[in-house]
């Protein structure tokens, strides 16, 4: 997952794209015949407006959902389609990895949230932890498939927002003052853990970069707990939060860590 200035906070840039999406829908692929190349979501030919694309090579089976398999997922604004070269993108703001792996039931379900949010003013985040189909079937979202997946994220060189889903995840931050964010609650379903994540990139010490917690546990609310349950692995810090998994900070001496990089949210 590669992040840019405009999604450097990710919950904060998904929100505001699905808030602007205007667009409620199946969304369309780019032939009409499988296998599909593309699939995209979003109100085409309108400047400005937010849209996603979907590539691979692929097919979509009701009621069983996509088949094939699936390269990338891109967010942006200015969604256009051209019957030569394919939806594309005035501006892409993040771009997901897929790996070229067959899709599950949790991604058909999340490319159908994506789209299919009708509550989006009250609950924009819903594009992303699932909806409720018509059907009253509640489908599941994007950090679902996240979580069940893993991820790689990589910062800019500004101020980012990066955060964890509900599996193994590698955050990279790269220059400026960097936050890693541990939700459990991320996917709108608390969730038993965080997984076994890893950081790069990250500055101890006054002004460095933070670890952001919100585990819903008393065990691991304060700096001096973390701290406690922090152990020197090499040349790596490793916070043990026992059930609720581990967060690794590569190349972190555990005694450079202070109070002014953590924060805790309940």
């Known amino acids: 997952m590669n992040l840019t200035a405009a999604s450097a906070n990710l919950l904060n840039y998904l929100k505001g794209w699905a808030t602007n999406l205007n ?14 190349d593309e699939w995209a979501g979003g109100q085409v ?3 400005g407006s937010r849209g996603v694309i979907l590539e691979g090579n692929f097919s979509y089976i009701i009621p069983a959902g996509f088949t094939g398999t699936v390269d990338s997922l891109e967010f942006g604004r200015g969604l256009t389609s051209s019957s030569s070269s394919g939806f594309d993108l005035a501006n892409t703001d993040l771009s997901i990895d897929l790996g070229g792996v067959s899709p599950s039931k949790t991604f058909t379900g999340a490319i159908y949230s994506l789209t299919h949010n009708s509550n989006v003013d009250s609950d924009p985040l819903a594009n992303f932890t699932g909806v409720t189909s018509k059907s009253g079937k509640q489908q599941d979202g994007l950090f679902d498939y996240l979580g069940e997946v893993g991820t790689v994220q990589n910062g800019t060189s500004g101020n980012d927002w990066l955060y964890s889903f509900d599996g193994n995840d590698t955050l ?3 220059a400026g003052r960097d936050r890693f964010v541990f939700d459990r609650d991320i996917d709108g379903a608390l969730s038993s853990t965080i997984g ?3 950081v790069n990139g990250f500055t101890a010490g006054a002004k460095g970069d933070i670890v952001r917690l919100a585990l819903q546990s008393t065990a691991f609310d304060s700096f001096a707990e973390v701290y406690a349950a922090s152990s020197q692995a090499g040349a790596n810090t490793v916070i043990n939060l026992g059930a609720l ?5 590569n190349g972190v001496t555990k005694t ?3 109070a002014g990089n953590f ?3 309940a």
Not at 245 to 249: F, K, P
């Open 263 to 265: 924060e805790f949210v």
């Open 256 to 258: 450079a860590l202070v």
């Open 172 to 174: 990279n931050g790269g």
């Open 45 to 47: 030919d309108i400047a």
């Open 23 to 36: 667009y409620e829908g199946n969304g369309q692929f780019d032939s009409t015949l499988p296998p599909y």
């Open 196 to 198: 076994n994540d890893a």
């Open 245 to 249: 998994g581990d967060i690794t900070l």
